[in-house]
């Protein structure tokens, strides 16, 4: 008899659960349809709506949309009382007034679909969930009474967002009663939803509202957003191509938006970033070529240098986005970038060539001494430990998946172009692993926009081994962020064998066993992995997609699980194939390649916490 009344308690529980959810919905509903919220009015409705789709996730994973529904949490009287608190909190006028001092007025109209076109976030989260959809008509559609539509009649924005926080604070609640896997599941899930947001988004409000100091999203999913404001501030990034058929679904989703450039000029920071040539001393760029990147002193402080050459004939085009990229640059001012912070630009004045500058990771004034990865994969003598090896490749990942949700690609990812700094001119023999690894190498960034101008990346012949083959010739198509995480790979391998990709692949390409064995170990000598004539290298330029497909005894990837683990040359093998195994954009435009990024990331950060 006892388990006879503990299981109906059970299904009484259940029952009432679902029974607060569905208020909660209709609460989250009528709210966000509410009229007259005021200037900031879609800001806060994508911030509820997106509280909404939280508690929509959560209802799902513990089974509320099971038939019969199910509560699999371990405390069901601690989820009803919590539910029961959400409900009242939405749909309570009284509570709203008192509390929020928040006026809502019934009107005689009903609500007569949910499917009615919602404001913006409502409809981009449809658009990439459809269930998010689905599961909130089957809400509505066992309502026991018609939903009145409401009116604002008083209504205050921060008081509004105090409402907002109260909600937020009731569905973390909620959150925490899940497994602990249900919680990491939803919570990547989460953030690979709201990057493609962000990554595929044009729209100043939206973005404003995932840069709300309230907002429950990850901080820096959070960064990406605020530089992607910037970028199209700076009209560097545009509004998405709107299709309205099904079949060009795969171009873009984004809805349709309001930006004008006269609305958002770019002449107020970038023109101000621009410094005075004749303050640059102790350099060689200016009259050299060949120096791509120095330290240097401006107006008597240290500076990192990174020179760009133009075309004369394509200069009184790129001068302004050369502008314009210091101004994005110098916005990338979050951890999670692993970027250095852009002071501004100048033109030489001897030779005409550009220069971005950068203000190095210490004290101003101090002395720095700079190596970049390529210094040390070909120095013998240094032997990091896999612990630095991988958060290298940490900073890396995340650094390449922050530039693409602001909707940036890189273009340039290689060994040259990963930084490390010491305080002072010494002390890099004094340790065995290594400072914090920054990406440089901006030159050629550019929006992620097929219509966006694009430049050839350095010509440098060796640079040739980190491009997809697509992005190289005469018949190579519009670079993307798959081309990035190709190139991302390729340096992801030299960490792994700790030796330059040209000596990984020459090592494969003459069967010397010995040699790959030994690769990354210190005992074969760099000479052995030099080309010993134009013939072998463009062999060994025409040999690498094999060398980088091929699995299995023998391999390039056999000898890297032996040295790095299976899980480490998985997150190489996605990258080096993001093209194939990511399609970009998918039928319902959800970007998978952020979600590729997002596994990869995760995986190298399990990796750390584990050694």
Request: some cysteine; overall charge neutral; charged content about 25%.
């Amino acid at each position: 008899m006892a388990g006879i009344g503990e299981a109906a308690s059970i299904i009484s529980i259940v029952s009432l659960s679902v029974q607060l959810f569905d208020g909660c919905i209709k609460g989250f509903v009528l709210l966000s349809a509410a009229h007259e919220l005021g200037s900031r009015g879609d800001t806060l409705r994508c911030q509820l709506e997106w509280e909404q789709y939280h508690l929509n996730d959560w209802a799902t994973t513990v089974g509320l949309f099971r038939d019969p529904p199910e509560l699999n949490v371990p405390y069901p009287p601690l989820v009803q009382r919590t539910l029961s608190n959400l409900e009242q909190l939405l749909t309570n006028a009284t509570k709203l007034n008192q509390d929020y001092g928040l006026d809502v007025l019934v009107t005689d109209e009903d609500i007569r679909d949910v499917q009615t076109p919602k404001h913006l976030f409502g409809r981009i989260l449809d658009k990439n969930k459809p269930r998010f959809l689905s599961d909130t008509a089957k809400v509505y559609s066992r309502r026991n009474s018609a939903w009145k539509k409401l009116r604002w009649a008083s209504v205050d924005a921060e008081k509004f967002r105090l409402l907002l926080k109260d909600i937020r604070y009731f569905n973390k609640q909620l959150q925490g009663f899940l497994h602990d896997t249900d919680q990491k599941k939803i919570c990547r899930e989460d953030n690979v939803l709201m990057r493609s947001i962000v990554s595929q988004t044009s729209d100043k409000t939206l973005l404003n509202s995932i840069t709300e100091p309230l907002s429950t999203v990850d901080a820096a999913i959070a960064a990406s957003a605020r530089l992607k404001q910037q970028g199209i501030l700076l009209e560097l990034v545009g509004p998405v191509p709107y299709h309205s058929s099904a079949s060009s679904s795969k171009t873009a989703f984004a809805l349709p938006v309001t930006y004008s450039s006269r609305k958002y000029p770019s002449a107020g920071s970038s023109s101000q970033l621009r410094c005075n040539p004749d303050l640059l001393s102790g350099c060689e760029g200016h009259k050299s070529l060949v120096v791509s990147r120095e330290i240097a002193l401006y107006d008597r402080k240290h500076i990192i240098l990174e020179w760009k050459d133009v075309d004369r004939a394509l200069e009184s085009k790129l001068k302004h986005r050369i502008a314009n990229v210091a101004a994005l640059l110098a916005e990338m001012k979050d951890p999670a970038f692993h970027s250095l912070s852009c002071l501004g630009y100048l033109k030489a004045n001897r030779s005409g060539r550009y220069a971005y500058l950068f203000e190095p990771p210490f004290a101003v004034g101090s002395k720095v001494s700079m190596r970049s990865l390529q210094d040390f994969l070909t120095c013998p003598t240094r032997r990091p430990s896999l612990n630095s090896r991988i958060a290298i490749a940490i900073n890396l990942a995340e650094t390449v998946l922050q530039l693409h949700t602001s909707g940036w690609l890189h273009k340039c990812i290689r060994p040259e172009n990963v930084l490390f700094f010491e305080n002072g001119m010494g002390g890099w023999e004094n340790s065995a692993d290594l400072p914090q690894a920054y990406l440089g190498g901006y030159e050629y960034a550019r929006a992620d926009n097929p219509l966006e101008a694009t430049e050839a990346p350095s010509a440098q012949r060796h640079s040739q081994l980190y491009r997809h083959p697509l992005s190289i010739g005469q018949g190579r198509i519009s670079f993307s962020k798959s081309f990035d995480l190709y190139s991302l790979g390729c340096v992801l391998l030299e960490l792994g064998f700790w030796t330059p990709l040209q000596g990984i692949f020459l090592s494969y390409l003459r069967q010397k066993s010995d040699a790959a064995a030994n690769l990354g170990d210190g005992a074969a000598p760099i000479s052995l992995f030099t080309p010993k004539s134009d013939t072998e290298y463009y062999s060994m330029l025409g040999e690498k997609q094999r060398l980088l497909r091929e699995t299995g005894p023998g391999t390039i990837y056999a000898d890297l699980e032996f040295k790095m683990g299976v899980r480490y040359s998985q997150v190489v093998l996605k990258c080096i194939n993001a093209t194939a195994v990511s399609g970009g954009e998918d039928e319902e435009g959800f970007d998978d390649t952020l979600e590729v990024q997002e596994e990869c990331l995760e995986t190298l950060k399990a990796l750390a916490a584990a050694i």
